[in-house]
């Protein structure tokens, strides 16, 4: 029987992921990744430069979603795995940095005395957060907007000064158009059986992991190495990966290139970026997700002597939108990560543009830089920089808008139709890395389990 043949669109994590859970359920299968840029990681980026680890797109994953751990584990680099360092968290609203008060998650209150003393929130505010104690079920299995559900829940004050802040620091979108049932189904859950969310938050206890370092500090893990040894650890499981090949046109069992090679085989995989969905299958479904909004972002790393930095107690901050300011966040990468600096080094990662306000990342790398640095000098005192770098994510950041998971059901119900043909990626069930690898895995088996049907029905008939 001739070798079965997979191909894989995109090499992010999620298409490395895929091509790696192939490997494992159908090692004499030849898997082949086609990426259209010059290089593999898609997302993730590692810089190494003058004893600096900068990571340019993610830094780490929440430890309690499993499947990156476990694929982590199971590709050898277990023992690369780091929790970050805690700290206290801050945001900067009415001009001045003020502590994220103790016990909130995503800026939601599970602690009533921290929230009585900071100076985040007024009396009245206060007040009105905690009437959430009260107040009946907002969600009704009927998916709504971030916005609409908090400032339901807890008031518009608490959603202005804390999680607005955080929430578009991690997502780059206006709470006001994201789907709470995809975004966060976490808070629709704890609505639903708890209906007080300080009341139900209280009540969650992440769950202990296997093959996770026994020392427990930060939520978040990363790997010592640098992400991009993730993705080139998992590339070396592809049979074939060919760079600056991108694909036009996706059919059952072939796809076409953009230069009009055809290539045939018998399973296809997409991962790629969001937008990419619609052009590549043209099909209704596909075009509604490709059409969801996107925000673009940028990140620069600012590397700088440690004695450039006055240090302040804590691993970052996010800034209020009302401030004004070009910067949404900003993250002492050293205090998280001691790698990521050389020991007289200090390493600040801050974060421009906004779903209201893309154009910032549009401007040249310098324009960025001297606005990026200015607003630091407003927040701290920050000297010289060593050196910065620059990564512009454009239209590439989905955002779940409502009801996104009812168009991702209905482009999976469409995708079947088309035999042999899957998708993955952070467009679909999450954006975090886990939530791809986990995605890529489940449609990874899907697709081993047709190909080993596909073996057994043609044996079958040759007897
Ligand atoms: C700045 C930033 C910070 C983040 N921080 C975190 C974090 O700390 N933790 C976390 O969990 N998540 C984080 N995320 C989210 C996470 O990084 C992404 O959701 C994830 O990396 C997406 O992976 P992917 O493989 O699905 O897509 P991508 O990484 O976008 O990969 C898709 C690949 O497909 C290729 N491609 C596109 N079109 C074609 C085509 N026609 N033919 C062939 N190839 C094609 C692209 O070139 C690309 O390489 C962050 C994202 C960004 C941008």
Redesign the pocket.
Known sequence: MEQQKVII????????AAAFYIKKRKPEAKVTV????G??????KTVRRDGFVI????????ARKPALTNLINDIGLGDQLVHSGTGTYYIYVNHQLRKMPAGSVMGIPTKLLPMVTTGLVSPWGKLRAALDLLIPHVYRDKDISLKEFFERRLGSELVTNMIEPLLSGIYSGNLADMSLEATLPQFAAIEKKHRSLILGMKSIQPPKQAGTPKKRSGQ?LSLSCGLDVLTEKLASYADEIRLN????HVAPRSVTL?DGTVMNADAIIL???PK?FG??LDFSEAWSLTNDKRTS?A?VAFAFNKNEVEPIDGTGYVVSRKEGLTITACSFMDRKWSYAAPENGTLIRT?VGTADNASIVEESDEVIEKKALADLRKIGNIGTPLFSVI?R?ID???QYTVNHNQRVQAFEDALEKMSGVYA????LHG??????VDT?MHVAEKAAKALTDEERTQTNSKR
Not at 9 to 16: C, E, R, V
Not at 55 to 62: A, I, K, Q, R, T
Request: with cysteine; glycine share 16%; hydrophobic share 35%.
């Open positions: 669109i995109g090499a992010g994590i999620s298409g490395l086609l990426e259209a840029s290089r593999i990681g898609g997302k993730i990571e340019c797109g993610p830094e780490g994953y929440m978040f090949t991108p694909v036009a953009e991962a790629t970026s990419q052009p590549l972002t990140s974060y990564t994510q590439t950041m989905p993955c990626g952070a467009m954006v975090g890395l886990p939530d791809c890529a």
